[in-house]
């Protein structure tokens, strides 16, 4: 595998970034030629089957900043930067034009589905193309759109300092997937140049899309998530299929084997699509197609289920598309009365900008903004219950009598909904929610909205008086029923404002769990390297100190200090790794005490072996809190590195590796096992206890030369760390017990699982009365 720049195909030298990309907007014929060149120098010509293709659908796009997070910035079709864009629109299918970009600054990701399966063929099979020419830096990984992922390398743009394109391509040649890799995730890691991050204009993959008897590249892709409401559904035929039937429905049972295809249409059916109609907010949905083929003996042929759930909102305004040129904000939302609105980039509720209003009310005027649609909206789809909307005010704004309300209209009735919260609440500078239940609603028909307004006045039945102030208004979003933190019943683990199976299975799992535990220890041999971290990083074994990296601190620790790292820059460089690790070949133990922070870096690597980006994996690597809360964790130990030698799952709690210190220990032994004849286990320990385990890891513990604490494969690791210890053979649980409690045998933690419902440090019969108690309770709003 490796990965290459493409020589720029526009490169002109302008000292205008604007000029420049306003020049590099060309027509589709221009757009054309460029996709046509790229393919030429990508490789030979492809099978008819194996072919480059954008992406189908955004599977996941991750904004490591809040509170702002999906607020992405970057370059719009005319080259206008930054303004807000939305990533599915840019980056799936074509790209709007060779200007637009989706910025990534560090621990931004996107991963993109594409249509069928990617494959190898000679020459590069993925191109990405990356605007700003600054040395850009991003992590490049192919994935099954569900878990699992393999880091293919590192990219870097041109750094010629020009305001051009590069064109980076990657080749699969000498990856052996263990899954069906049909999948592309991007990682920012690097900030140079004027832009503040990995500019990606588009991405490209060689896939193929041939499915065999069954269909196949549903669209939605399985287990899609914020699937848009009125989503058609796709897929790619089988081979020979002539006809297709269709099962739909929102439960499995609905699709299986003893389920009837839908009626409307007629089934089978000549199209490879499917309109559902009417999908409801946040609803979980089922479907399958079998394919008939009437030269076939067994004629249809059940494919696989698939599933999707629906957007949970639709957002009516959230005011970030307005600009102060050609999409003025109060060319949108008219002002009435003695009113003034503008755009206001502070306050913000989310992302960059929010409404303000200026107002004046008094026993005959009034101040309102009134928004029409183009079009008339139904909000009586899609299971929509609710309106809400915040606001912002000021200590200064007058309220003396004062009436705040929404209009809603349906071209014929408009019905006045005034706020029924505190009139204070527009003096405080703080958000304010305001929900609306849109079932109260009386005369207008929500199917039909035509207007909506905002305004302030004094009440009916107010006596005389006035008011002026401003105040700010973002996020108008719709809804259906839904579970609000304030409304959760007392035994609902899940935040689903309903006390059910979930939330009984979560309280099993931990049953008897106390948070006072009495071991069973054997003190184990001396490591073979000690890192106390007491203000040093020396070893205390005297084999290997040691070299800190950046600027990593002491803090106070399990044991005296702990070092903490601070993202990418930080980390410790092991000064004679070649000869500590020349004593270890089948079994290692790697065990330490770690706080993780609560940051935006998900892909933490906290100790990591000599690795190339795209030549070698590593022989070691440990990573907690992968990719998203919870997360994940990988343990990797093997020479080469393969997906046979990895030991990885999912934490069922964030608090396993954020927000509190927990003892982890890593444990490979190549002479273990049960099976004779294929011997190999691994081993992760949390807290004295066995968390994961796996068999068949056979490879064994080699050619490691550099060795780094804090940093490495996936990033750099936000925490701190304490008492990390190298074991040169696999701890038995007894000794790791011994350590993880200094020898005692004593572990006194809090529980990590939400069931303690008495809180009294064990989870048993008291517990479980309370959620009796609560059984079958549902509080959702509206």
């Not at 008819?48 to 991750?62: G, Q």
């Not at 042929?301 to 639709?314: E, L, N, P």
């Not at 200590?395 to 919260?421: A, E, R, S």
């Not at 204070?424 to 035509?450: A, Y």
Request: hydrophobic letters at 35%; one cysteine or more.
């Amino acid at each position: 595998m490796r990965v290459r720049a493409i020589p720029a195909l526009i490169s002109p030298k302008l000292s205008s970034i604007a000029g420049w990309r306003g020049m590099m907007v060309r027509n589709s014929l221009q757009i054309a030629a460029v996709i046509s060149l790229v393919l030429i120098l990508a490789g030979p010509a492809l099978p008819e089957d194996a072919v480059f293709r954008y992406p189908c659908y955004l599977l996941d796009a991750y904004d490591a900043d809040p509170p702002l997070a999906d607020c992405w910035k970057g370059s719009d079709a005319e080259g206008n930067w930054p303004v807000r864009v939305v990533p599915q629109e840019m980056l799936v299918g074509p790209p709007p034009s060779d200007v637009s970009c989706v910025t990534l600054p560090p621990d931004h990701w996107v991963e993109l589905k594409f249509p069928g399966v990617l494959v190898d063929e000679p020459g590069d099979d993925i191109i990405i193309t990356e605007i700003g020419q600054a040395g850009e830096q991003a992590l490049v990984f192919v994935t099954d759109g569900a878990g699992q992922e393999y880091l293919l390398n590192r990219v870097t743009a041109s750094d010629s300092g020009q305001p051009g394109q590069t064109v980076l391509g990657v080749d699969l040649a000498g990856v052996s997937f263990p899954f069906a890799p049909c999948a592309v995730r991007i990682l920012g890691i690097d900030i140079k140049g004027s832009l503040p991050g990995f500019d990606v204009c588009s991405i490209r993959a060689r896939t193929c899309v041939t499915c065999g008897q069954t269909a196949c590249n549903p669209y939605p892709p399985d287990a899609s998530k914020d699937v848009p409401p009125d989503t058609v559904l796709t897929w790619s035929p089988a081979t020979f299929a002539e006809e297709h039937v269709v099962y739909f429905g929102t439960s499995i049972t609905d699709v299986d084997a003893n389920a009837m295809p839908v009626g409307n249409p007629p089934q089978p059916q000549d199209a490879n699509r499917f309109d559902p109609g009417g999908l409801e907010l946040g609803k979980n949905y089922y479907w399958r197609i079998n394919e008939v083929n009437y030269a076939d003996g067994n004629s249809s042929r059940a494919g696989d289920i698939w599933r999707f759930t629906v957007t949970d909102h639709i957002i009516v305004d959230d005011f970030d598309s307005y600009n102060g040129s050609d999409n003025r904000i109060y060319n949108t939302w008219t002002p009435t009365g003695y009113t003034t609105v503008f755009l206001a980039t502070s306050p913000v509720h989310s992302c960059g900008q929010s409404m303000g209003l200026y107002y004046y009310y008094d026993d005959y005027f009034y101040s309102e903004v009134t928004r029409r649609f183009n079009s008339p909206q139904d909000w009586a789809c899609a299971g929509v219950n609710a309106l809400e909307l915040f606001f912002y005010g000021k200590p200064h704004n007058g309220n003396k009598g004062l009436m705040m309300y929404i209009t809603i209209g349906d071209g014929d009735v408009n019905t006045v909904v005034p706020y029924d919260g505190d009139p204070n609440n527009i003096k405080k500078e703080s958000w304010q929610v305001w929900r609306i239940d849109l079932r109260k609603l009386t005369g207008v028909n929500l199917s039909n909205i035509t207007n909506i307004s905002i305004g302030m006045c004094l009440g009916i039945t107010e006596p005389p008086g006035y008011g002026t102030g401003e105040v700010y208004f973002d996020d108008i979003i719709l809804y259906p029923s839904r579970c609000l933190e304030e409304n959760r019943p007392a035994a609902d683990f899940t935040g689903d404002c309903a006390v059910d199976l979930e939330d009984l299975e979560e309280m099993t799992y931990n049953w008897l769990d106390t948070r006072y535990n009495v071991y069973a220890v054997t003190a184990p041999r001396a490591p073979l390297a000690w890192y106390k971290f007491d203000g040093n990083a020396q070893d205390s074994t005297g084999n290997a100190d040691g070299e800190p990296c950046g600027s990593p601190s002491y803090v106070p620790g399990v044991y005296g200090q702990a070092i903490h790292f601070d993202g990418y820059k930080d980390s410790v460089a092991i000064t004679d790794a070649a000869g500590l690790f020349s004593r270890i070949s089948n079994q290692i133990t790697i065990a330490f005490w770690q706080y993780g922070a609560d940051s935006p870096h998900l892909t933490d690597t906290v100790c990591c072996s000599n690795y190339i980006y795209g030549v070698a994996g590593p022989a070691i690597a440990i990573n907690l809190g992968c990719w998203r809360n919870p997360g994940k964790y990988n343990w990797d130990c093997g020479c080469p590195w393969s997906f046979d030698n990895r030991l990885s799952g999912t934490h069922r709690y964030k608090s396993e590796w954020a927000g509190r210190w927990n003892h982890w220990a890593f444990v490979k032994n190549c002479d273990a096992g049960t099976d004779p004849n294929n011997k190999g286990i691994m081993q992760v320990f949390l807290n004295g206890v066995l968390l994961d385990s796996r068999e068949d890891a056979n490879s064994p513990i080699c050619g490691i030369t550099s060795f780094v604490i804090g940093s490495g494969w996936y990033g750099g690791y936000d925490g701190s760390i304490d008492d990390f210890r190298i074991y040169d053979y696999a701890l038995s649980q007894p000794e790791v017990a011994y350590i993880a409690t200094n020898g005692t045998g004593i572990l006194d933690q809090p529980l990590m699982s939400p069931a303690d419902l008495s809180s009294d440090g064990r989870i048993n019969l008291k517990d479980f009365a309370i959620l009796a108690d609560n059984w079958l309770d549902e509080h959702l709003w509206p």
